[in-house]
T-cell receptor, first 111, second 112 residues
Framework: GESVGLHLPTLSVQEGDNSIINCAYSNSASDYFIWYKQESGKGPQFIID?????DKRQGQRVTVLLNKTVKHLSLQIAATQPGDSAVYFCAERTGGFKTIFGAGTRLFVKA | SQTIHQWPATLVQPVGSPLSLECTVEGTSNPNLYWYRQAAGRGLQLLFYSVGIGQISSEVPQNLSASRPQDRQFILSSKKLLLSDSGFYLC???????????FGPGTRLTVT
């Protein structure tokens, strides 16, 4: 069945370093991918998205990479800051309305 | 700008009691609306979505129901809560089915 998984449940990085959060998906028909950030007790916040006709997209301090060959998605955060500490979810959509979320990776930023 | 509201923020209800959670969106019209549930330390599970007033699609059959009485109002209900209904309930909206979803602040429900 469809699944979106994350390689690491927890990631700890030093402030100022770059962070890379990885995600694997299983449905090769998925054509839209999203990264969300969720702080404790709050709803997920949209970070960046990418469509399957692209392999890279950049935002402010964030970059999403999509490798359709191996069905892998990653989120790169440049110069990680304490405010980046949160749980990060990748999600995939295969047409329609259903967005499938992964379990999440918790990012800890050490000062 | 668009904003999405949910209430209550937290709720503690006994098993067997009814439930009504409300979500409203401001600053947009005819949004797609969604209800998700998030168990502790887990991802989000889509419960219901709606493309218009009175139009509800259910993703997970259970003792919950949803209604959309107005364009920007989405309600999640239950007649009798179960312990397994505890969780963090999130409402979201999007401009269309293929647009990014924006989430509300959530309601933390504890069924005792």
């Amino acid at each position: 069945g469809e699944s979106v998984g994350l390689h690491l449940p927890t990631l700890s990085v030093q402030e100022g370093d770059n962070s890379i959060i990885n995600c694997a998906y299983s449905n090769s028909a998925s054509d839209y991918f999203i990264w969300y950030k969720q702080e404790s007790g709050k709803g997920p916040q949209f970070i960046i998205d990418i469509r399957s006709n692209m392999d890279k997209r950049q935002g402010q301090r964030v970059t999403v990479l999509l490798n359709k060959t191996v069905k892998h998605l990653s989120l790169q955060i440049a110069a990680t800051q304490p405010g980046d500490s949160a749980v990060y979810f990748c999600a995939e959509r295969t047409g329609g309305f259903k967005t499938i979320f992964g379990a999440g990776t918790r990012l800890f930023v050490k000062a | 700008s668009q904003t999405i509201h949910q209430w209550p923020a937290t709720l503690v209800q006994p098993v067997g009691s009814p439930l009504s959670l409300e979500c409203t969106v401001e600053g947009t019209s005819n949004p797609n609306l969604y209800w998700y549930r998030q168990a502790a330390g887990r991802g989000l599970q889509l419960l219901f979505y709606s493309v218009g007033i009175g139009q509800i699609s259910s993703e997970v059959p259970q003792n919950l129901s949803a209604s959309r009485p107005q364009d920007r109002q989405f309600i999640l209900s239950s007649k009798k809560l179960l312990l397994s209904d505890s969780g963090f309930y999130l409402c979201a909206w999007s401009k269309g089915p293929r647009a990014e979803q924006y989430f509300g602040p959530g309601t933390r429900l504890t069924v005792t």
